[in-house]
């Protein structure tokens, strides 16, 4: 399931850290150092990289500068503890695609990008096992980016000391990364609803809460990778279940929610034809005039209607005494209708058609007429391949309580018709064999 972890950290030299060196692991590229001469190669681990991009406002910048602008901060600072950028890690919902996720986190860097005028190099980051880790990392400039020089100018605001942010009247640093985070919130449940994902994360903090998921982190997601559980894996699989369960829970809440309403619904339309019918029988014994046609026959339609169900029923009652072939009752969500299936799983009923589960099964093929022409008749329409459709003839044609059946498919009927010859002249030879004899 989603969760919400956002973690914010600062490239400081005086932690031994440079821009160029996280960019080369974040895009696992190849980045020299000008200010140190030094070469990050990250080239080998490209294995787990889904996607990168460079990101300033609305607009999307050509990797080709990657080197030029993270060089450029190194440069732009010359003290032995100068922050050069600054990191946000981010955990991508499992429940959304590759291609989703991307979206997720560009809007995201756009937002940030576009509120300190900085430039943001990201990368979607997906262990090569699948393990789930799937995550991002988003490296901004801590200085303000111009698009036509490539050059960094004055600090962005979340840089700056908060005194100068008072004096300003600007939010200081602190309120500014809370308003942060609450922005990813907003932006990771907005995707995560029009990709149609009944979930929701939330920034606040909920380590009193035993209903939220805990992030694995590296060494924790290498361990449950080998086999070995650990506290927060078990954690999480005991929040899978429990969101597993309330699912469950919810969707058979919805479905009788939605059963009650239907039937709510037929109620009150039998209730209004009741009051039609009286109203209509009121009017009859008042006046001598006969009714109107047009409303008799919708009368007589929905009599006819209310009784459909029972009257499958009653079929299927006399049809499992009769050949012991009891049916299970399902309900077809898409086209809205019960459906009811023998035991071994060969024949599938409902009101418009009989299906044949196993079109080989001459047994199958021959409980399956004998239904179908209980329930629609001598009027029938036969569907399939040609070693079923033959076979259908066949018995039909042989049989005699089926004398009366006609195929609405005219080559079927065809067909039919020159069987039932054949075996007329066939028993008329045999016939006249018998006199000779």
Known sequence: ??????????????????????????????????RTSKIHNYTRKSTDLMWSEITHGDTTIDTIHRSEIWNAAEA???????????????????????????????????????????????????????????????????????SNTYQLKAKTDIELDNGRLIKEGKAITQDQIKQIRLDWETIQNRHLQLA????????????????????LGREATQLERQGIQTNNGDHNRQID????????????????????????????????????EIKINETKRQSPDPINNEKTKKRKYIKKHACIYSTDLIVLFDFAREYGQYFTRYYDHINKTPIWITKDKKIKYSKKEIQIMDPDSR?????????????????????????????AIDIIANNEKYKNVELKNQDHQKKLETK??????????????????
């Not at 850290?17 to 974040?26: P, R, V």
């Not at 075996?423 to 018998?434: A, F, R, T, V």
């Open 196 to 215: 149609g994902v009944d979930q929701e994360v939330c920034c606040s903090k909920k380590l009193d809460r035993q209903t939220v998921k805990k992030h």
């Open 241 to 276: 279940q429990y969101y597993r369960e309330l699912f469950n829970l919810n969707f058979s809440k919805k479905y009788w929610q939605k059963k009650a309403k239907k039937l709510e619904k037929e109620k009150n339309e039998i209730e209004k034809e009741l009051k039609k």
């Open 76 to 146: 732009a600072d010359n003290r032995s503890n100068s922050r050069t950028a600054r990191e946000y890690v981010i955990a991508l919902p499992q429940e959304l695609t590759i291609r989703q996720n991307i979206e997720l986190t560009r809007e995201f860097a756009r937002l940030i990008t576009s509120r300190y005028k900085n430039v943001a190099d990201w990368a979607i980051h997906n262990e090569s096992d699948d393990n789930g880790n799937v995550h991002a990392h988003i490296l901004t400039t801590t200085r303000i980016f111009d």
């Open 363 to 391: 047994p199958s093929i021959e409980l399956a007429i004998e239904l179908a022409q209980r329930q629609f008749g001598n009027q029938l329409n036969l569907v399939g391949n040609d070693g079923f459709i033959d076979q």
């Open 1 to 34: 399931m989603a969760i919400y972890n956002l973690q914010i950290k600062t490239v400081s030299r005086s932690d031994g850290h440079s821009a160029t060196a996280k960019i080369a692991y974040i895009a696992r590229a190849i980045i020299t150092d000008d």
């Open 420 to 437: 039932k010859l054949q075996k007329s002249k066939q028993k008329h030879k045999l016939d006249i064999i018998g006199i000779m004899n």
